[in-house]
């Protein structure tokens, strides 16, 4: 069914559609929202307000000859009653209230204009203003059947030319390699999947119903979504939303297993990594130097057993490969979706469908100062649009261009801050006399710093979403599609940056700018950088990805959509003056559309495809950090399905049905977001990891080619008489012995070298293999996904032979009908009483 959009006509009321629920199929013999005789079916609902009966307005400049000849007669009267003269009123007051009564005449003239074309196009109006919302009308909508056809006309919808085609299967192995893969990927239908009923009042509330049972709830997490009856119900465009979020849960699956198995095989190896053996072996008596200045002392390098063990279940040779296919993983995943749309464009009739661009003008300025913020309005009369040109577009490009820039600016200010406070607390743990806090100085440093980040990136969120919409706003787009895609490039940009910048900083900075002991790098004064742990900032950059992951998830995703519609609901009970049962009883005695006007608005899929967009970032980009990143975004989005789908069922308002044949521009950024994971993963096993130093030791430096001797490798040598003044430890004899020289992690010259604390020839050759490790690593990689891309075909082959049959079968149904026309003609002009000469045959034209 489509009915005209209402950016289409000069209105600014919201849109308010009936949402039949469960309880309708208990009310009796009515069979869903009626007008007043019974008959006809409310479609559609406008809301509106209703002036209060007993307050007095003032006419406007409409009604002036009136408003004049009235004062008219009540100052003659006045001066024949001798009476006196009326107090004056304070003409700012009156100017205020008469530009109040104008605003109202002009909404009223735009609402009555507005409901004059909808009957113009053939819907049946009915106003129901004595219902028991005071304040609130209602206006009901019901499409005849010809309108309905007639627009159907205008969408060419067509009805199948033939039900069934009987495709044959190919018999080489490619085809029935991809005939296997079909049968276990594609979705199952439900079981029952319901006809159109015969009466069209009850279609809506079986449909309901089955959703509500079938799909909303959460004991059905294990059973396929019913897409087909999504589409039927909330259109195509939502149904493509579930329906691309079902193949992105299902292609978790593989990955979450292969994650697992990755992480069980460095639980398996932990015992037996050298390098880990090394480090907690007691007999190696290795002093480290300082961590800190003046507050930190020296420390003994077998107090990092802990954290090297743990570094190893994410650090380990199978990291590579886990790589590898999630790289592959995100290119199938791509190419299944791909499919997937198309068969669902096929049967949804959408292969010829082509998006309409529907032009609008945002209201700003003093115009629309009456009407309710970021509402659209098309003007009256189509010769008074407002057309921009890009120099009056600049001034707002240019602005949302610098104010981008700022907030990314505050989101690297905000990682700074953080920074600063793991540097301020580390020192302060290390001064702290408290035994037990300065045992956990590491583990205390690194949750409390990612929760921080988890919180500033929550609250972040929500204000560089309100950021986007303003800048959006500014640029006065002219499309409804131009202004949604530019407010996802901006919301997408903002939240990328504030989600991923201390991911970013803890895999590629943190312990890259740090110097050495007696020349380190101070920020703000006395400040020193911070330093990562011997096995590497592998293991933060993994407890600082788990902990935004599982925090946005549970936190922003989750307990906010189902606790914020639940505390607005408690604050609207706490606010009424009736007891619970009253409330009940007040309730039953609501009609349908009155109960749905308490529902919450429908604000659209971007907030949806946004939170999944981000976590198929965190699922693909530093995977090999967290291997185990795909099975918790698995475990939540089967949460998430039924969570929105309860959401849609019964907590917000029906939103219009709108056709759609692909997801956007969101299909454009998981694309750009698997083809930067390749090369971010590149970089992180390289950089972040000691894989490359791992290898190089082990065929470059090692004296029988195995690990031993790694740990001793990688630690440079430093006299603690080179400390620069102040920076000193104030407990020297912490280890209970004097220290001389204490060792450091980095590649450079040893103290009896001619250029002492250089960088060595060792620190060249692994930032060598480093590099040319990211190019291997990335070409073989892209390479790879090129070619699994071009080996799936777009199309199936099943729906491309259906295809090309229907062509088949449309071209010989014309054909025959011109061949009937042909034949229709000739009878016609044979048996007609007067016959014009024929010419000669060699006078005749030829035909090809």
């Keep these: 069914i489509h009915m005209p959009s209402p950016r289409d006509l000069p209105t600014c009321l919201h849109l308010k559609l009936q949402s039949p629920f469960l309880s309708l199929l208990t009310s009796g013999p009515k069979q869903g929202p009626t007008f007043q ?45 001798g009476g006196t003269p009326p107090s004056k009123e304070d003409p700012e007051i009156a100017a205020h209230k008469h530009r109040l009564d104008y605003h109202e005449d002009d909404k009223r003239f735009r609402q009555t204009e507005f409901e004059d074309n909808l009957r113009e196009v053939g819907l049946e109006l009915e106003k129901d203003e004595g219902n028991k919302i005071p304040g609130i009308g209602f206006l009901k909508i019901h499409a005849p059947w010809n309108v309905l056809c007639r627009e159907a006309e205008f969408m060419k919808l067509k009805m199948p030319t033939k039900k069934v085609y009987e495709v044959k299967q190919g018999s080489n192995v490619v085809e029935r390699i991809n005939l296997f893969i079909h049968k276990v990927t594609a979705p199952l239908h439900p079981k029952v999947e319901p006809n159109r009923p015969q009466n069209m009042l009850f279609y809506p509330l079986l449909s309901h119903q089955i959703l509500y049972e079938e799909w909303a709830s959460y004991s059905v997490f294990y059973k396929y979504q019913p897409i087909g009856l999504i589409r039927k119900y909330f259109g195509e465009k939502i149904g493509l939303y579930f329906a691309w979020l079902g193949v992105y849960t299902q292609m978790l699956i593989p990955a979450a297993i292969v994650g697992v198995i990755v992480f069980l095989y460095g639980c398996a190896t932990v015992d037996n990594d050298i390098p880990s053996m090394e480090i907690c072996d007691p007999r190696n008596n290795i002093t480290m130097c300082p961590l800190c ?185 002219k499309t409804d599609k131009s202004f949604e895609e530019r407010l996802i490039i901006k919301t997408f940009v903002l939240k990328f940056a504030n989600a991923f910048s201390p991911i970013v900083y803890l895999a590629f900075f943190r312990g890259r700018m740090v110097g050495r002991p007696g020349d380190y790098v101070y920020v703000i004064g006395s400040y020193r950088m911070e330093e990562c742990a011997h096995a590497g900032c592998l293991m933060e950059l993994c407890i600082q990805l788990c902990i935004t992951m599982l925090g946005k998830q549970l936190i922003q995703n989750n307990l906010f959509e189902i606790g914020i519609p639940k505390i607005k609901k408690l604050i609207r009970r706490r606010k009424s003056d009736m007891d619970s049962q009253q409330q009940e009883d007040y309730n039953m005695t609501l009609q349908r559309h009155e109960k749905d006007h308490f529902l919450g608005p429908f604000v659209g899929l971007s907030p949806e495809y946004m939170e999944m967009i981000i976590q198929f970032g965190m699922v693909t980009l530093f995977v090999a950090s967290f291997p185990l990143a795909p099975l918790f ?143 291997v690593f990335q070409n073989v990689v892209m390479l790879m996904s090129d070619f699994v891309d071009w080996l799936i075909p777009d199309i199936p082959k099943d729906i491309s032979l259906q295809i090309h049959k229907e062509k088949i079968l449309m071209v010989e149904l014309f054909m025959k009908e011109e061949e009937g026309k042909k034949l229709l003609r000739d009878n016609h002009t044979n048996q007609g009483p007067f016959q014009p000469r024929s010419r000669p045959a060699s006078h005749a034209p030829s035909k090809c």
């Excluded at 307000?49 to 007669?73: C, E, G, M, N, W």
């Excluded at 409390?448 to 929500?462: H, P, S």
């Design 293 to 477: 200045d003046r507050a930190c002392s020296y420390w003994k390098l077998k107090t990092a057993c802990g954290t090297a063990r743990a570094s190893h279940l994410f650090d380990n040779p199978a990291t590579v490969f886990f790589s590898i296919f999630m790289a592959l993983w995100a290119t199938m995943f791509m190419e299944h979706w791909k499919r997937r749309q198309m068969r669902l464009n096929y049967i949804w009739d959408l292969t010829g469908f082509e998006e309409e661009e529907v032009s609008l003008c945002l209201c700003f300025g003093p115009v629309c100062s009456y009407f309710s913020p970021g509402c659209v309005l098309i003007t009256l009369f189509q010769d008074t649009k407002v057309k921009l040109t890009c120099t009056d577009r600049a001034p707002a490009y240019m602005m949302g261009l610098f104010i981008m820039l700022f907030m990314i600016g505050v989101t690297f200010a905000v990682v700074f801050g953080v920074i600063l406070y793991r540097i301020s607390i580390r020192a302060a743990l290390h001064m702290s006399s408290n035994p037990t806090a300065r045992s956990n100085i590491r583990a205390t440093v690194k949750g409390t710093a990612a929760v921080i980040n988890l919180v500033i990136i929550i609250i972040m969120d929500e204000v560089y979403g309100a950021v986007a919409r303003w800048l959006t706003l500014l640029e006065v787009p």
């Design 633 to 775: 975004a698995l475990l939540n989005n089967i949460i998430e399905i039924r969570l929105d789908a309860k959401k849609f069922v019964t907590e917000v308002r029906r939103p219009i049905a709108a056709r759609a044949k692909d997801i956007g521009i969101w299909y454009n950024l998981l694309r750009g977001l698997s083809k930067v994971a390749v090369i971010v993963n590149a970089f992180v096993i390289s950089f972040t990891s000691d894989f490359i130093p791992r290898l190089v030791y082990q065929y470059m430096y090692s004296p029988d080619g195995s690990m031993h001797g790694f740990v001793n490798h990688t630690l440079s040598y430093f006299n603690v008489s080179d400390f620069q003044p102040g920076t000193a430890p104030l407990q020297p004899m912490h280890l209970g012995y004097e220290v001389q020289i204490c060792r450091y992690k980095d590649y450079r010259e040893t103290l009896w070298s001619n250029t002492p604390y250089d960088l060595s020839k060792e620190f060249w050759a692994i930032l060598a293999c480093r590099l040319a490790f990211v190019i």
């Design 37 to 81: 005789d019974g008959q006809r079916r409310v479609d559609y609902v406008l809301t509106y307000h209703v002036q209060k009966p007993q307050s007095v307005r003032r006419k406007t400049s409409r009604f002036a000859d009136y408003r004049i000849l009235r004062s008219l007669r009540r100052s003659l009267s006045t001066m024949r009653s």
